[in-house]
């Protein structure tokens, strides 16, 4: 196991649900503003949800969990909610242009 995915499973392991939600989709963005310097990207969070939406490669996209399947996700691995992320946005026609580091980190471990 590298460094990035050792902090990445003590994040998993000790983080609330909405600061590690908020995390992840801070990697999310990232990686989106890689493959579309244009995209724009959200993150709300109430009470007992956590809202992910924003524009990218031309796409609107909005993905919406509540916190109890943020834990639930974060229980399966460091990288599951990354993986559920990226399987909605690609079911909503953003691709992956190319695997990068972080991309093989989310499907390959």
């Excluded at 995915?5 to 908020?22: G, V």
């Excluded at 503003?33 to 990207?41: E, G, I, K, T, Y």
């Excluded at 974060?74 to 909503?92: F, H, M, Q, S, T």
């Amino acid at each position: 196991m590298n460094e990035n995915q050792l902090i990445r499973s003590y994040m998993a392991s000790h983080l609330k649900a909405k600061t590690f939600a908020a995390h992840v989709a801070c990697c999310i963005r990232q990686q989106l503003l890689q493959f579309d310097r244009s995209a724009v990207v959200h993150l709300d969070h109430g009470t007992n949800f956590f809202l992910f939406y924003g524009q990218a490669l031309g796409r609107s996209f909005q993905v919406i969990l509540t916190l109890a399947e943020v834990e639930e996700l974060k229980a399966e691995g460091p990288y599951a909610l990354d993986r559920y992320i990226w399987y909605e946005l690609e079911a909503k026609g953003i691709s992956i242009l190319h695997m990068t580091p972080y991309l093989q980190a989310v499907f390959f471990n």
